[in-house]
């Protein structure tokens, strides 16, 4: 079954085409690689699939329901969650305050929930702290929870946002560049990680992501972009070898000018 | 445990103290206080989204003048105008709140601020209803009128501290709920917050709306005390008072608003016996507030409670990195 269905999505800034035609569907199961040259529209698309930014044209269908335009938070409940390039976490609380925030779509939040704080409530938002300490775990940073997010390494960092954007449950994981700027070994921890959520966790991934060997190795299917546009999708070796996308990182040998 | 303690303490305290303290002015003062904890501490519950509402002066007018008009020109009983009250500020807020929030930073501090000067300016502008430039003067106190007189201040000492407390008891509980932590996690992050599914924008909007009705209730209270009303008490510089309270006690926890309207209703009063210089001496505490406590009088007292607790640790311990101040 297809999750995700984009169809014919195109972004304009001005002059700028940023998304331009762009046609993809990502099957429910799938880890998919989105590749591509710097400003070639990756995260543009990203912001447009979560409700960041509107489409100038075209839509986009999670589990077959028009979700063109609609608010990022309505998209985490329905099951759609993405994570930022940059480490966008909640810089001032701790790791464990962050995953059990995270949860919120699962917590009795409400206004009078929260003035009346009923027994009821306040026992079923306690279990949360249950479900964010697995979560904690699940990502390996067990162990961190009272460490201030703000503090933490760059990789740790990096898990956490993995963790927080697992902890509203979704179906479909948007996971902006997770490796930049990882070292080696925290490439791999990562990489793993990631099939673990497709594995154990049933979660459908789609990643943005520079690091290529990282993405040859994890991914079932990759989609490249480049100026706005799909220039090639299929399996990581097919991919690899597309002329096309090599001329799109590489240039062309023969032309000079071609840059 | 022992924080409930003190809680229980306090309260019991405050509510002894017209039995010590009798004179008239110094139950003025603590009525004052009250009014401003009240202010002070609904606006810091928006605060905590990072959002300061220079408009709450504007509402607490609305609310004052709610008052007014129902008690003095309609006769209605001060006991119904009051949940009135804080009712119609809130209703205002809903639209209010949808086109400020739409904004953020300095510009929500701006389009607030307007909106402060438009209620002050259009109570103004009409002499009917509104009495104009010169107020509403002789609103009818609360009833009984033989218990609420204008020589005998301790009734009204008793409701100002009831709807102090109900006040600050309803944003505490609040603040530390899970909605509570959610106005936290807006501060922190806007964008991750709607990216693990928070409603960002009718979050803000409650804040928002809360902040309005409690603002009303102490307007309605300063209507029914001083009996009179102008559109020279609710200002714009009321407003920044308020803001100056919170800055000064600090934005950690609710106890900041509390301590930061009891420090700087009293600080002045002290300041009365200097006569013109009274401003200068209000001016300079937030500037030295801001240089010797940037986290306010809560968050200093905090780092030095956590100091002193690394100090009887144990060496061992210390090498743990054990630190809460950062």
């Known amino acids: 079954m297809a999750l995700l269905e984009v169809a014919h999505l195109t972004r304009r800034f001005g002059g700028l085409i940023a998304v331009n035609n762009v046609t993809l569907t990502v099957e429910a199961g799938e880890i998919r690689g989105l590749i591509g040259p710097n400003g070639a529209g990756k995260t543009t698309l990203f912001n447009l699939l979560t409700g960041v930014l509107r489409p100038t044209a075209g839509c986009v269908r999670f589990e077959s329901a028009d979700i ?8 985490v409940r329905r099951g759609l969650v ?82 927080v954007g697992l902890a509203p449950s979704p179906r479909l994981l948007l996971l902006d560049e997770p490796v930049a700027g990882l070292l080696h070994e925290d490439v791999d921890r990562m990489m793993a990680l990631v099939q673990s959520l497709r594995d154990t966790q049933g979660i459908t991934v789609v990643l943005v992501e520079h690091n290529m060997q990282a993405v040859m ?32 990182y590489l240039g062309v040998f023969e032309d000079d000018d071609a840059a | 445990m ?9 309260i019991a305290a405050l509510l002894l103290l017209p039995l010590v303290v009798q004179d008239a002015y110094y139950l003025h003062v603590l009525i004052l206080i009250g009014i401003n904890v009240m202010v002070a501490v609904s606006m ?19 609310g004052a003048m709610t008052t007014a008009l129902l008690t ?39 389009v607030t601020l307007a909106f402060g000067q438009v209620v002050n300016g259009i109570f103004a502008y009409f002499q009917e209803p509104f009495g104009g430039w010169y107020g509403i003067r002789d609103i009818p106190p609360p009833q009984p009128a033989t218990l609420f007189t204008t020589l005998n201040k301790v009734p009204f000492y008793y409701l100002c501290l009831l709807l102090t407390l109900i006040t600050c008891g309803v944003v505490y509980r609040v603040s530390r709920s899970w909605f509570g932590n959610v106005l936290w996690s807006i501060r922190e992050s806007e964008l991750l917050a709607s990216s693990v599914g928070i409603d960002v ?34 200002t714009f510089e009321y407003s920044v008072n308020m803001l100056i309270f919170i800055v000064v006690g600090g934005f950690a926890s609710i106890a900041g608003p509390i301590v930061g309207a009891v420090a700087l209703t009293l600080v002045p009063e002290m300041f009365r016996v200097t006569g013109k210089y009274q401003l200068l001496a209000f001016g300079l505490i937030p500037l030295l507030s801001m240089r010797l406590m940037p986290q306010g009088i809560i968050g200093s007292y905090a780092a030095f409670r956590a100091r002193r607790a690394h100090r009887a640790l144990p060496r061992s311990a210390l090498s743990l990195g054990i630190d809460s101040e950062a």
């Open chain 1, 82 to 163: 993405r994570t930022y390039q940059l480490s966008q976490l909640f810089a001032g609380f701790t790791v464990f305050r962050n995953v059990l925030s995270a949860l919120h779509v699962h917590a009795r939040s409400g206004f009078w929930a929260g003035l009346l704080e009923l027994p009821a409530v306040r026992r079923h938002n306690d279990a949360l702290h249950e479900r964010a300490l697995e979560i904690i775990r699940f990502v390996g940073l067990g162990g961190r929870e009272e460490e201030i997010a703000g503090s933490l390494s760059h990789g740790h960092k990096r898990l956490l946002q993995v963790a």
């Open chain 1, 68 to 75: 063109t335009g609609e608010a990022t938070h309505r998209l």
């Open chain 2, 201 to 234: 924008p009718t979050t803000k909007l409650i804040a928002f709306i809360v902040a309005a009705l409690f603002a009303g209730v102490a307007g309605s209270f300063y209507a029914a005390y001083f009996a009179y009303i102008s559109p020279l008490v609710f």
């Open chain 2, 72 to 110: 003095k020109s309609m006769h209605w009983p001060f006991w119904i105008a009051l949940p009135l009250s804080a009712v119609i500020p809130a209703l205002i807020a809903a639209p209010v709140g949808r086109l400020s929030l739409r904004v953020k930073g300095v510009y929500f501090f701006l």
């Open chain 2, 44 to 62: 810091w519950l928006l605060g905590v989204t990072g959002l300061i509402s220079f408009g709450q002066a504007g509402f607490m007018f609305i």
């Open chain 1, 217 to 248: 190795r994890v991914c079932d299917r990759i989609t490249v972009l480049q100026f706005g546009s799909v220039i090639a999708e299929g399996a990581p070796a097919a991919i690899a070898a597309d002329p096309k996308v090599i001329e799109a």
């Open chain 2, 2 to 10: 022992t924080k409930a303690l003190g809680l229980v303490l306090l």
